[in-house]
């Protein structure tokens, strides 16, 4: 049975603020990469255990997209009893560590 995945307010924030800073509005390519993004986080709804725990977490994982230099990093927990996956935030990997 699958997990159901949602993105919390935060995280709906950050994918506002990549939509903005890659123009996916206007190029092709970047609005490709943006729902790619997409497909990528509904894809946490089928085994999201499969990504690894983020250093010094016992709760969060975090599921990498992209292509170096640009790789973002989803943060998110799952709730086993809910069958649910909580998308915290979406960060560029170059970022400092998350705290929750």
Not at 10 to 29: C, H, M, P, T, V
Not at 57 to 75: E, M, T, V
């Amino acid at each position: 049975m699958p997990y159901r995945v949602e993105i919390a307010a935060r995280a709906n924030a950050d994918l506002d603020s990549i939509f903005g800073a890659i123009n996916a509005e206007n190029s092709l390519a970047a609005a490709r990469w943006f729902n790619g993004l997409h497909q990528a986080l509904g894809s946490l709804s089928d085994m999201p255990q499969r990504c690894p725990l983020i250093h010094g977490s016992r709760q969060l994982r975090h599921l990498l997209y992209g292509n170096k230099p640009h790789i973002y990093r989803a943060i998110y927990s799952i709730d086993e009893r809910n069958r649910r996956v909580v998308i915290h935030t979406i960060r560029h990997g170059a970022m400092a560590p998350y705290r929750r």
